[in-house]
């Protein structure tokens, strides 16, 4: 088995994250979640993902990481799929290698290879959502958390064949205030307000006219 033969799949690699985001306005208690990848191709070694989470923003507890490999069993080999692993963040976010199998010809563990072994296209598993995606955040916020944009810095390192790659990816989120918490109900009564001004100035003083007339 060839980790990558997509042509000049042994060449320096170029990697980053690429981060799938759902809902990223959040309130303080609710629960951040988000998808990770790692997409480019070549050659990649010792690649590892740290992700620097502030533990004042998240409650460490009812936080986890889902990733890693699943090999199942079947009759004609065996699938692999993602989220085999649960990890909780730690005082300083999380740190992943990104291992998962090996060759003969390379022993360098990776989860980092062809999607389909059958094809020569540069379609890699870690680019793929199989079961789950290769990382899935699932980040609970604390209710005290205060109001306004916070952001989480990723970072993938890797040695390409030939030198020492560092890459940088942001995952912004905010936090709504009271005001935004309340966005509809604010408008609902910004509206009876309205409503009743207009009662008030126009429709109270043409009752009036109307009466006296009669």
């Given at each position: 088995m060839i980790l990558r033969k997509a042509p000049n799949g042994d060449k320096p690699g170029s990697y980053q994250i690429a981060t799938r985001s759902g809902k990223t306005t959040i309130n303080a208690g609710d629960t951040l979640q988000f998808e990770q990848f790692v997409t480019g191709?070549?050659?990649?070694?010792?690649?590892?993902?740290?992700?620097?989470?502030?533990?004042?923003?998240?409650?460490?507890?009812?936080s986890y990481i889902l990733s890693s490999l699943v090999k199942t069993d079947t009759e004609t080999g065996f699938t692999l799929s993602w989220?085999?692993?649960?990890?909780?963040?730690?005082?300083?976010?999380?740190?992943?290698?990104?291992?998962?199998?090996?060759?003969?010809?390379?022993?360098?563990?990776?989860?980092?290879?062809?999607?389909s072994p059958t094809s020569n296209e540069s379609i890699l598993m870690s680019e793929t959502k199989v079961g789950h995606a290769p990382f899935e955040y699932h980040l609970q916020s604390k209710k005290n958390l205060s109001p306004g944009d916070h952001y989480i810095d990723f970072y993938l390192t890797f040695f390409n064949g030939e030198k020492w790659i560092t890459s940088k990816e942001r995952v912004s989120f905010k936090i709504r205030n009271v005001f935004e918490r309340h966005a509809k109900t604010i408008s609902a009564l910004a509206v009876i307000a309205s409503l009743s001004g207009i009662v008030r100035l126009v429709l109270i003083p043409l009752y009036d006219v109307v009466k006296s007339a009669f």
């Open positions: 191709y070549g050659n990649i070694k010792t690649a590892k993902i740290q992700a620097y989470i502030s533990t004042d923003a998240f409650d460490l507890e009812n989220g085999n692993q649960k990890d909780e963040l730690t005082e300083t976010g999380f740190t992943c290698l990104l291992a998962g199998i090996s060759t003969p010809e390379d022993d360098d563990s990776t989860m980092i290879f062809d999607a």
